[in-house]
């Protein structure tokens, strides 16, 4: 998506807000945003992309369940703040973006689980008509 000054990548203003967001994302829980959908999780350890990921909250909750999860953030102060915020937990930080996802594809990784929380509502452009599918994100290109 265009607009003054040019295009847009969907996550402008994201970085200059990051301390009110932080607040924001880590005053919900993890089981409050979720609850539709928490029978949905993996109940063993699996491999868990959380694409825009934010602060780490749900990162860090799936981390807390024995998931191996890899975080894709690609606003620096809010990855910031979740390295910070969620240090200990076993999560993979990595700066990347949608459409193309290309460091986590250099991956070549399988998850079991991919997380989108919000990503839909602030992609433009480009990013909300990308062609690539979770199963694309998650087991390779389709056959």
């Not at 024995?66 to 200990?88: C, D, F």
């Not at 839909?120 to 599918?133: D, E, K, L, R, Y």
Request: charged share 20%.
């Amino acid at each position: 998506m265009s607009g003054p000054g040019g295009p847009r990548s969907g996550t402008e203003g994201y970085g200059e807000t990051a301390d009110v967001l932080a607040e924001q994302y880590e005053s919900l829980a993890f089981a409050d945003v979720h609850r539709d959908i928490l029978h949905l999780i993996p109940t063993v350890p699996s491999r868990v992309l959380d694409v825009g990921a934010g602060t780490g909250r749900d990162a860090a909750a799936l981390a807390a369940l024995g998931h191996a999860v890899v975080a894709v953030e690609p606003t620096p102060e809010l990855r910031a703040h979740g390295q910070r915020l969620h240090r200990k937990a076993a999560i993979v930080w990595i700066d990347d973006a949608l459409p193309g996802l290309d460091k986590v594809r250099a991956l070549d990784e399988r998850f079991d689980l991919v997380m989108l929380t919000a990503v839909g509502c602030t992609s433009t452009g480009a990013s909300a008509s990308a062609p690539w599918t979770a199963s694309q994100v998650c087991c390779g290109p389709a056959a």
